[in-house]
């Protein structure tokens, strides 16, 4: 895994917000605003691994795609290597997106059913880094063997489990030397072998001067792979901390970070105040109607009212 390195900000966002205009199925049928980003802040160095953690819905993909600019905010600012990233033309990105790359949750629809994983691998490197035939067949084979891939070179999509066919994304990925990785739910579906595999792959080969956010539903992987965990509700982001020294503190993320502990809210979250109040059992009155800003207290950033009365958070055990 790498290390935390110096304070070099690949990606930095301010105040991202993002609302969905939802139409029904005919045309005059009423519009409905859904708001999936409501003021997120967020700073990621070289070295730095990302886990964005949330249930579904909580603005966690959306948050990635529109860092990747694969989606634009409503309002707000994205930051990458120091340039401005939000509100660019496709034209104007397209010389800097090879160094922001996208793994997509879904593997098999991202990989062509013709082509063997080597092909995958070479046709990047000859595509997108300039590598003559022979060149890109040496790298990739070189990359291929070092994800453990070295006999599957030559199978197809379909002959490939899920598993290899993830890693084969990876390596494609990671053929670009990239600068950040934006990776949505890589283990999805896995067991845990073989999402171990898979993470390994990912975070065990960054390049050294990358950063990488990884969207996830599973706690153990942000715990086991992760420098910083950001956790996001009903899109707010509610705790920010180091899942690899501490355990979360706020009630919300710790029902997240231990599911058997209670049931998380399965009903509809509140929408004014603090979207967790109907099920929380520290609620005050302010919580049904201010949603709290994030604020610092014992190393981590934590959005709660009763923040004074929680109890302080247990070291992690990995
Ligand atoms: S105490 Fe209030 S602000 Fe904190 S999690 Fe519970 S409902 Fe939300």
Known sequence: MIAAGPSLPIVRVQDLRKTFVLRGPWPWSPTREVEA??????????????????????????????????????????WLEGRRWDGLSEAERQPRRVHFQYVPQDAMSALDPQQTAAEHVAETLRVLRGRSRAQAREEADALLERLGLATRRDALPRQMSGGEQRRVTLARVLALDPHLVVADEPTSGLDPKRREEVLEDLVGNLPRDAACILVTHDMATARAWCTHAMVMLDGWVIESFDPRTAEPRHPYSRLLFDPWSAPLPSGSLATVGCPFHPDCPFAVDACQTVMPALEPRSGHRVACHAIHALPEPRTATL
């Open 37 to 78: 980003l409501k003021g997120v802040d967020l700073e990621l160095s070289v070295g730095q691994v990302l886990a964005v953690v949330g249930q579904s819905g909580s603005g966690k993909t959306t948050l990635s795609r529109i860092v990747l600019g694969l989606e634009e905010p409503s309002s707000g600012e994205v």
